[in-house]
């Protein structure tokens, strides 16, 4: 029997509820199963930070099984940097700890008056005061609770920049894997929420062992005969993926005035293994292996994986590679999302560059970034108006155009001119400027699936909308993305059907997905979000990369728009219309 | 013969309208591991991933004949011994002796290398004995004769081909893997075109993923050498949920446009881009749109 964990954190009420079949089987889990919570339980014009919204903290079937990857956990509410509705999942060892409580979701609501965390182990669930740990960073709070609690728990905490709601904030666990995206931190900050420790000794339950350990070992050997999660990220970690961005010329740079940076040499995945790898860092269940572990100046941290190699690195015209990593490990103490943290420092640069900002930030001068970083995260002078994200921080100066974001979330660190594909899954995004709601730079430049030419849009529509299916669709197991490299959707179904005992087509599998993506992005409508939303920064559209292998470039994004759509079955206004709803079986929730 | 640049767009044509399932893809596949440092623990590892999969053959090294045919015992998966590999320099006798000894280890077919060289020097009975020597010490099992496309020009691929259907083998190969080029659509199309439908051309170098793999059976494979073929068919099921064959701009299926100066002998790789200057579709061939 599956069920939902229910604290408010007002009343200090605890409650437990069933989760019926029905939604078992059309929500899956994980992504799913946060998603359908928040859209039925918070209204959509909820302020964020308020007390009214929800935080979903919710794993998937196979999670703590022996599927490959199965140790994530994910966190759903509205986000306080975006206004849409939000997740992120994260590996490490919290999520099978959380399972093995015996529950698929814990929903967190209301507002504590004191700083409190949530003790729940064995069957037991207690709300503890937290002053003590209050204002800690990631590692002491950890060390902490575990110590009043069991050092063999799990935690999931939020640092200082959480309890001051800089809107940047993320969650951390196991000291540093992270759900990075979204400001999801502020929302537990503002709930003077610090913590979450689990202990569980339930063991995941599979309805057909036999079938799923053969399910297991297909996708085992997959994994193993593909060359990026066998050889590439096994070595040299997301590394290796500078010198592969650099190659084509997405590697954006200052804030993505330029695709190409003249002194990557500086941060290669090789430069990266030379001097400052100590060990490769492994997930629950993970045979891929990409988590670095690295030391600078005698600190041992975590990371920085690409995407903030890039943040910290190519987008502040930093190739001080022991500087990004210090800029990195600060985040990690502080629980700020790296990657938007980054984005609005480069966006920050460029405004001062510009003269449009008083105080003097230079590209390139990694010890300001750094200090800036620390006042992001302690919400002080500068840094209060940089912790509001690009979005804000731009519009306050009045320069809109230079915040490189789309519904308020930093991009990437893939320029959007040289791969189309990627540039359209930017834009229709439903949490806003990010790469994990269909990552095109499989096919547009890793060639997986299937190599597409990157510069194309015809076609795009299509694999865009099939890879924002299935990712979701896999959120909801919840598996980490990089599966996605090397299994196909008939695995994934394989796996989700011997899990369950319910039988699942690769359709049905998709399907799962594709009912995610309407409920969140009907959930986005009624928030406020329109057609215009679906939009990148103007500096995409209309003026072209001078350097680098994707020079003379633009996005074309409205014709990819139009038929994105019609392939959706949405209205010109970017609304599922109700046919699908139904179809989808999701009409009812939605009215 | 069709120009270059129109061998490409009917194949691209072609592709489309193929219609496999992965099975049958599978079923046209050599499983390939020839890299001079695989384990036992490896090549145990290939011979599995071939009965999962129910690859045509494993493509192996003679080396490794008796240990794969042992593993393989009682399975639909052949076992293909390369032979004179890679440079297919080694005398006639050897390649031979080296094929007997295959065939006795449990060898079902053979990829032998040509004699590039002789080849070159334009000694075609040489060439076409050397074969025939092979031929006969297969014991009738499928002999595949590897010409090795990037050594030589397309005059010259068409002519070794027919010296190889000539000499009695049954298959022409592009390549070993170990030379300039992979396996490139004009080379396979014109393969083809040289021995006719009743012969095997067998397509292998540089094919990842599936839609390199219809590719080539567009141009007119009817095998496939891989050593990424999990990849191939793992990839091919996605095929189905999307349209994934969206056009290539063509130069960049051309191998004139693949030609380096690095890896091939310079008079090669000056008669291939030399081919790009009076190409009617060179309007194509450009970095801008």
Not at chain 1, 548 to 568: A, D, F, I, Q, T
Not at chain 2, 189 to 215: H, W, Y
Request: glycine letters at 10%; proline letters at 4%.
């Amino acid at each position: 029997m599956s069920s939902i964990l229910r604290i408010n954190l007002s009343t200090g009420r605890i409650s437990e509820e069933e989760i019926s079949q029905d939604i078992r089987q059309k929500f899956v889990g994980g992504r799913g199963l946060g998603v359908k919570i928040v859209f039925e339980e918070v209204d959509p014009l909820t302020s964020p930070l308020s007390a009214d919204n929800k935080i979903v903290l919710a794993v998937g079937p196979m999670t703590g099984a022996a599927a490959p990857t199965a140790g994530r956990y994910e966190v759903v509410s509205k986000s306080p940097l975006t206004g849409t509705i939000s997740d992120g999942n994260s590996g490490g060892y919290f999520g099978p700890m959380l399972k093995a409580l015996g529950y698929e979701a814990v929903v967190l609501e209301g507002k504590s008056k004191d700083p409190i965390y949530i003790w729940a182990h064995r069957g037991d669930v207690e709300i503890r005061d937290a002053s003590f740990v209050w204002g800690k960073n990631i590692n002491e709070t950890t060390e902490k609770l575990l110590g009043n609690t069991e050092k063999k728990a799990k935690v999931a905490c939020i640092g200082p920049a959480g309890e001051r709601r800089v809107r940047l904030a993320c969650i951390m666990n196991d000291n540093h894997r992270a759900v990075g995206r979204g400001g999801l931190g502020a929302v537990w900050g503002s709930k003077n929420l610090k913590a979450v420790v689990v202990l569980g000794s339930e063991n995941t339950s599979i309805a057909d062992e036999d079938r799923f350990m053969r399910a297991v070992k297909s996708c085992r050997m997959t994994l193993d005969k593909n060359p990026y999660t066998k050889d590439s990220l096994k070595i040299l970690g997301t590394p290796v993926l500078v010198s592969v961005m650099a190659n084509v010329g997405i590697l954006a740079a200052r804030n993505f005035q330029e695709g190409h940076f003249e002194e990557v040499d500086g941060i290669r995945g090789e430069k990266y293994l030379e001097r400052i790898f100590v060990k490769p860092y492994t997930c629950f269940g993970c045979p891929i292996s990409c988590g670095r572990l690295t030391r600078v100046d005698g600190e041992l941290g975590g990371g920085p994986e690409y995407e903030t190699l890039w943040a910290f690195g190519p987008e502040c015209g930093v190739s001080d590679l022991e500087g990004i990593v210090k800029a990195n490990n600060l985040c990690n103490s502080l629980g700020l999302d790296t990657i938007s943290t980054g984005s609005s420092i480069g966006c920050a640069m460029e405004l001062s560059e510009r003269g449009y900002l008083d105080e003097k930030i230079e590209f390139g001068d990694s010890e300001k970034m750094i200090e800036l970083v620390r006042k992001i995260g302690m919400n002080e002078g500068i840094g209060r108006e940089i912790g509001e994200g690009s979005k804000r921080l731009a519009e306050r100066y009045e320069h809109p155009e230079i915040a490189m974001q789309v519904k308020g979330l930093e991009l990437p660190g893939y320029d959007p001119r040289g791969v189309q594909g990627q540039a359209l899954a930017y834009a229709t995004s439903n949490r806003g400027g990010c790469h994990m709601r269909a990552y095109l730079i499989g096919p547009e430049i890793l060639k997986v699936p299937a190599g597409v030419d990157r510069f194309k849009t015809e076609g795009k529509p299509g694999i865009v909308r099939l890879l924002q299916d299935t990712a979701a669709a896999v959120d909801c197991l919840i598996l980490c993305r990089f599966t996605s490299l090397a299994l196909n959707i008939e695995q994934y179904a394989e796996l989700l059907t011997a899990t369950t005992g319910v039988e699942y087509s690769p359709e049905e599998f998709k399907k799962v997905g594709e009912r995610v993506w309407n409920l969140e992005r009907l959930y986005n409508n009624r928030a406020g979000f329109k057609r215009e939303d679906d939009l990148l920064p103007r500096r995409f559209l209309e003026v072209p990369l001078e350097t680098g292998n994707s020079r003379g470039r633009v996005v074309k994004l409205e014709k990819m728009l139009e038929e994105y759509y019609e392939e959706r079955g949405w209205t010109e206004k970017g609304e599922p219309k109700e046919g699908l709803l139904k179809e989808l079986g999701i009409w009812e929730l939605a009215h | 013969m069709a120009t270059i640049m129109e061998s490409i767009l009917k194949v691209e044509q072609r592709t489309k309208e193929i219609k496999i399932s992965p099975e049958e893809l599978a079923k046209l596949i050599d499983h390939t591991k020839l890299s001079p440092y695989k384990s036992t623990k490896s090549m145990k590892g290939l011979c599995n991933e071939a009965k999962a999969y129910h690859f045509c053959s494993v493509c192996i090294n003679p080396y490794w004949t008796s240990f794969c045919a042992e593993e393989l015992k009682g399975t639909d998966v052949k076992i293909a011994t390369v032979v004179g590999f890679p440079f297919g320099q080694t005398t006639s006798k050897a390649k031979a002796l080296e094929t007997e000894g295959a065939i006795k280890e449990g060898a079902n077919e053979i990829d032998m290398v040509m004699n590039v060289a002789a080849f070159k020097d334009r000694n075609f009975d040489f060439v076409v004995e050397d074969i025939k020597a092979v031929v006969e010490a297969t014991g009738g099992n499928p002999l595949k004769v590897i010409i090795e496309t990037g050594y030589l020009t397309y005059e010259e691929i068409s002519q070794a081909s027919k010296l190889v259907k000539e000499a009695g083998a049954d298959f022409v190969k592009n390549s070993t893997g170990y030379g300039p080029f992979g396996a490139t659509i004009p080379h396979v199309f014109l393969m083809r075109e040289a021995v006719g439908p009743n012969f095997g051309v067998k397509a292998a170098g540089g094919i990842d993923e599936f839609r390199d793999a219809l590719r080539m059976i567009a141009a007119g494979a009817n095998r496939i050498g891989a050593s990424s073929g999990i990849r191939i068919i793992d990839s091919y099921r996605w095929a189905k949920h999307s349209d994934w064959l969206i056009e290539e701009i063509p130069c960049r299926l051309c191998p004139s446009r693949k030609a380096t100066f690095k890896s091939m002998p310079k008079k090669i790789f000056q008669y291939y881009k030399l081919k790009c200057v009076d190409c009617p579709y060179r309007r194509f061939n450009r970095f801008y749109e």
